[in-house]
């Protein structure tokens, strides 16, 4: 395991993931050194919160004088290591790991670590559920929000860390080895950090690189081909549509592993998740809670009381027979490709925020086939509109209330209007959480306050 005393420790970043290492390294006697970009009330707050040990810090920008010494540079998963050596602010032979990796060298619990493009959060959840309704203990940490390193004092090796984890923390990654890892899809997202497709597409596999024949390897059958000519280390698993181990067919998920008969878990029919990509999500989730040796009937109870994340295809409600659904999460064009091949009625799409570099015009078969209208917001809303304005309207909208305005106005009842905007937030929010948020506010005002919650009866 690295060795941490007696060593000049330095933290880029005090977001979440960067405060937490901070806070756990300083209260183990580590010396610790912090250099953050950000001035803003919050840093300020943090800063404040962290004087009482002997730590040094900068912030408003991080400097090459401040970072030179360091032995361990720790990097938060928003900051781009390359643009740190580009701008000498690090030397190329700077040895470097990020938050996760942290997380992982002082984690006494096994770790199922949850990747993909889309459904990790959907994903990491159910099977945080599923293993709680066990009577074991787990805790359900990453990317999702409380950072791995922020909960392994309360982890033993009698616990399981379900950890989801993104492709810019697979890029930091030197020991990272879960006990189950999990592969959901790869789709495009990200270009404006990874070069390209291959390149994310290499960070996700990432996942594998360090297991061993004593862990797990869970990927969907759609990248069964990415593996002709390699073989993972781990025992490998897929979930999905054709010769897997846990299958979707039409609405309903089986499990069938080994010599055990092909059983029926779940039809769509007996959830709570809505949208048929949830299925897939379940198919995966069901296979690794066998894989634990979880019993059958405590993993169907979960998956069918499992009620979903806000702002992942949720349904807020109706009004005057319009449904208002929540999918703000959908950060890249896939995650709305997912949305709308769910939908059975025609929506008004709400769409925009900062491009991200995908291929709009892949789901341009989609968008012809189930929407009306396209409301666009943000700084993407002219590339938005260049593409799509020759299949279906395209209005520009000032702000999320006048969005949340003109969907209404352009549907009728029967129709959907569906926030799901293919682009990260942060040209107007603070993330996909207050993105949503104020979607569901505006639809609540425009509704009078009173909508037709699915619940209602």
Not at 268 to 281: D, P, Q
Request: hydrophobic share 40%.
């Amino acid at each position: 395991m690295l060795d941490f005393k007696d060593k000049n420790i330095l933290i880029f970043g005090l977001g979440v993931s960067g405060y937490a290492s901070a806070k756990f390294l300083l209260k183990k006697g580590y010396s610790v050194k912090i250099s953050e970009a950000g001035s803003d009330e919050c840093i300020k707050s943090r800063i404040n919160t962290l004087s009482g040990y002997d730590v040094e810090y900068e912030s408003g920008g991080h400097t090459a004088a401040f970072c030179r010494e360091a032995d361990i540079s720790i990097v938060s998963p928003g900051i781009n290591v390359d643009n740190l050596v580009s701008s000498g602010i690090l030397s190329k032979e700077a040895f470097v790991i990020g938050t996760l990796e942290l997380g992982f060298l002082f984690c006494a619990a096994p770790i199922i670590a949850i990747t993909g493009t889309n459904g990790k959060s959907t994903v990491t959840e159910l099977i945080g559920k599923i293993i709680i309704s066990s009577g074991r203990h787990s805790v359900v940490c990453g990317n999702i929000g409380n950072p791995l390193i922020g909960e392994v004092d309360s982890l033993t090796k009698e616990c399981i860390a379900v950890v989801e984890v993104s492709s810019f923390q697979l890029e930091t990654i030197g020991e990272f080895k879960p006990y189950v890892a999990v592969l959901l899809n790869v789709t495009e997202d990200h270009y404006d950090r990874h070069g390209g497709f291959d390149e994310y597409k290499r960070n996700k596999f990432q996942v594998f690189k360090n297991q061993t024949e004593d862990d797990w390897s869970v990927l969907c059958s759609d990248l069964k081909s990415d593996l002709i000519g390699k073989e993972l280390a781990g025992k490998t698993l897929f979930f999905g549509k054709s010769e897997v181990s846990a299958e979707v067919s039409g609405e309903k998920v089986f499990i069938n592993r080994g010599n055990s008969e092909k059983k029926l878990i779940v039809l769509e029919s007996e959830i709570v998740l809505r949208g048929t990509h949830n299925l897939v999500n379940i198919a995966c989730a069901v296979l690794v809670a066998d894989i634990l040796g979880i019993d059958m009937s405590v993993i169907i109870d979960a998956v069918k009381t499992f009620q979903g994340l806000g702002h992942r295809f949720e349904l807020i409600g109706s009004f005057q027979g319009i449904d208002f659904i929540d999918d703000s999460k959908a950060t890249n064009i896939d995650a709305t490709r997912c949305a709308l091949g769910s939908l059975e009625k025609k929506a008004v799409l709400v769409a925009g925020g900062i491009d991200k570099g995908g291929d709009y015009s892949s789901i341009s078969g989609l968008i012809k086939n189930k929407v009306k209208a396209i409301i666009a917001i943000g700084e993407a809303g002219d590339k938005i509109k260049g593409i799509f304005e020759s299949i279906v309207p395209v209005f520009f909208a000032s702000g999320m209330g006048d969005a949340v305005n003109m969907a209404t106005e352009k549907a009728r009842k029967g129709d959907v209007v569906i926030l799901s905007p293919m682009c990260s937030s942060f040209d107007m929010f603070s993330g996909y959480k207050e993105r949503g948020e104020v979607f569901q506010r505006e639809v609540f005002r425009i509704s009078g306050a009173r909508v037709e919650t699915p619940n209602d009866t």
